[in-house]
Each structure stands twice: as structure tokens, then as C-alpha cells.
């Protein structure tokens, strides 16, 4: 079992990245995937410490061990919008590491965090070795286009209320967990990280949450949300209220 190595955590102390449990490597070689375990380190983040910005030169890939990332990007009004909220075993920053291009987003810390990052020579050694890597990281290029095209459709074609619909389902279906109540989004964000995923104003997220709370479609819990009515939560998405 390859398991990424940790270059500045005590032994023990945490546990590794199991790296052919995740999509980019399954089938792969075990020997290749040895390798890539080997040379890997570990990179620990506090709450908000910035991974790296947009325009910086891009020469790892990432994996979350343990934490929360918060992809984001600089709007023309000088804004930082919120791209994607990324948890244990999320990929990322695959496309930079590849071309070798600068970093087009940003990730930062949303809590205390602990990444593996595998260099780009090491990656592209093990894309040498084994043909079934490269098919595993087409298929993760091709549902990183579907995602973007899919974000671009939210931001352009979409109104509020479809968004967080949309990203509530998303949540409820990834983080849910089935309770007596509803189905309770484990992962907890605040208004302002909400809102910033959304494109909506603090206030407007607020507004809508406290109506679709009243009308029992979900419930505002502690800082989380529970949800109540997943298929009129798909509605809006889809529809629209």
C-alpha cells in the first residue's frame, strides 16, 4: 500500500494519504505508485495561510490529507470569488503542474490543513512509466472542463436562488449525512463563505436561507444547514423558484 511520505510531521503523528485510493491513481502500477509515495511531501497550512496566488509558477500537484482549501479567483472589480470549497482527497492543481503555466486561481487554507504535494518531475517521470496514468489524468482533465463549463453556465444563465440550489445539493449529495431530521451537510461554512461560492451578497444569502427555512425546505442548525426537501432543493436548481 503506497502511502505518501511526510517530510515535517512527527511519525505517527497523522495519517497518510493513501495515494491508490484516489481516482488519478487507481490501476495504476503499484511500483509507480511506490515511487510517486516516496518522493511526496507533506505541506501542513494554518486557518487562511494562502497556497499559492493567482500568476505564481505552478510546479506541484495537491492532494488534501486533512482540512479544507478554498479555490478562488480575482474578479474584474478587483473581488476575490470563491471557485470551489475542496476536502479530504481532493485533487488539485493538476492543470498548472501539467503546462507548466502560471496559476490561473488561488488556494488558501479555510481551516488547519495538511496537503501532500507531488512534484512536477516526479509526476511526469511516473506519466512515462505508465500508460494507465495518463488515461486516469485525461479523465480527471475531462470532468475539470464539465465542472468549469458548468460553473461559467451558473454564473451566466443562472439566477441566486438556482445557484445555492444548486451548491446546497451538491453539499447535501458529497457532505450529507442521512438523520432523523434530514440529511445534515457535515461541512459547515459560514454566510460569508456561502456567499462568496454563490456570487451573492451576504445579505441576500441570508434573506433566501431564513425564506426557505420558513417554507421547511431546510433548517439553519449551529452554523450548518439540515436539509428537509432535497427533490424542491433539485427543483430550484433546475427550474428555478
Known sequence: MAEAQSSNAAPGADKPVKLESLDIFKAIDPTTVEQIARKAQTRNLDKGELLFNVGDVSDALYVIADGRVRIWAVSAAGAEVTLNVLTNGAVF???????????????????????????????????????????????????????????????????????????????????????????????????????????????????????????RILTQDRGGLIVHDLERIDDIAEFGE
Open 93 to 215: 492543481g493538476e492543470i498548472g503542474m501539467l503546462d507548466g503555466d502560471v496559476r490561473t486561481a488561488g488556494a488558501s487554507a479555510m481551516l488547519r490543513t495538511r496537503l501532500t504535494s507531488i512534484a512536477r518531475r516526479t509526476f511526469y517521470e511516473a506519466l512515462d512509466r505508465d500508460p494507465q496514468l495518463v488515461r486516469n489524468v485525461i479523465d480527471l482533465l475531462c470532468r475539470r472542463l464539465r465542472w468549469t463549463s458548468a460553473r461559467m453556465e451558473d454564473a451566466t444563465l443562472r439566477q441566486a436562488p438556482q445557484r445555492l440550489a444548486r451548491i446546497i445539493g451538491h453539499l447535501a449529495r458529497d457532505h450529507g449525512k442521512a438523520t432523523p431530521k434530514g440529511i445534515e451537510i457535515a461541512l459547515k461554512l459560514t454566510q460569508s463563505e456561502m456567499a462568496q461560492w454563490t456570487a451573492m451578497s451576504r445579505e441576500g444569502l441570508n434573506k433566501l436561507l431564513n425564506r426557505w427555512a420558513e417554507e
